[in-house]
């Protein structure tokens, strides 16, 4: 399993963490996605088919795209 914590600068509120968990949730192999608004930290979980481009693909087409590191 593969596990990423990341900034997501766009995060306001718990309907950002909300519609984020949603949305990654419905990836094919992701297991858990946390977020905190206060941080603007969301931790991801995954195993195949999921991968991290992936995952920020998706985050991107909502406008939620993580931090540059």
Known sequence: MDRKTFEVPNIG???CVRTIKNELSSIA???Q???EVATRIVTVEWDDPANW???VTVL???DYAPAEA
């Open 53 to 55: 481009q992936q995952i």
């Open 29 to 31: 192999g992701v297991k």
């Open 33 to 35: 996605v946390e977020g």
């Open 60 to 62: 991107k087409e909502i």
């Open 13 to 15: 509120c718990d309907g």
